[in-house]
C-alpha cells in the first residue's frame, strides 16, 4: 500500500541521515538497530553477542520503546502547553498532549514498521489516551486491560501468546 511505501521511505530515509552523520560504523547500526529497528546495519558478531547476554530485545522496537516515546511526548507537550496559554485557547493542554502524544508515537510506530509488539503497544495507548480524554478515570491499568480485552476480542487466545505476555508486562 501507499502508505506503508511511505512508512519505509521515511525509515530508509532516517537511516541514510543517521549513517551519514556517523559514517558506516558498528555504532550507526546499533543506533539505527534500537531506535528505529534496522537490523540489517549491525554485523553477525554484535547480534550473537546480544543474543548470548539476553539482550537481543534490545535490536528491534518493542512496545516498552513506544510506550516509553508516548510519555516522554505527553510531559514535554504538557510542559509547553502550560507554560504558553495561548496554545490552550480551544482544547484543554491534557488533551492537546494526549493527542499529539498518541499521533507522534502511532507515526514512530508506521516508521520503526508495524511488527507484533510495537503494534499492540499502539492499541494499549489509543485505548489510554482514549480513557484519559474522555476522563472516564481510569488510569494506566485500566487501559492495559481494556486494550488487552479489545485484542482478545480481534484475536482469540492472544493472552496465551509469550509476546504478547512480553508487551503487556512492558507496558506495566
Not at 480524554?133 to 480481534?154: D, K, Q, T
Request: aromatic share 6%.
Amino acid at each position: 500500500s501507499a502508505t506503508r511505501r511511505a512508512a519505509d521511505d521515511a525509515r530508509d530515509e532516517l537511516a541514510e541521515l543517521a549513517t551519514q552523520a556517523s559514517g558506516d560504523s558498528e555504532r550507526s547500526g546499533l543506533f539505527l538497530s534500537m531506535s528505529i529497528g534496522v537490523p540489517d546495519r549491525i554485523s553477525s558478531d554484535t547480534e550473537i553477542a546480544f543474543k548470548r547476554t539476553g539482550l537481543a530485545h534490545l535490536l528491534v522496537v518493542s512496545g516498552y520503546q513506544v510506550t516509553l516515546l508516548y510519555y516522554a511526548v505527553l510531559r514535554l507537550l504538557r510542559m509547553v502547553s502550560f507554560r504558553i496559554p495561548a496554545l490552550c485557547i480551544l482544547l484543554p493542554a491534557p488533551a492537546i498532549a494526549a493527542s499529539l502524544g498518541v499521533l507522534i508515537s502511532l507515526l514512530f510506530v508506521a516508521i520503526a514498521g508495524l511488527d507484533g509488539s510495537s503494534a499492540r503497544a499502539a492499541f494499549a495507548i489509543v485505548f489510554l489516551a482514549l480513557a484519559k480524554l474522555l476522563e472516564r478515570g481510569g488510569g494506566m491499568l485500566n487501559a492495559i486491560c481494556v486494550s488487552l480485552l479489545g485484542l482478545s476480542v480481534l484475536w482469540p487466545g492472544a493472552c496465551l501468546e509469550p509476546g504478547v505476555q512480553l508487551t503487556y508486562a512492558a507496558l506495566c
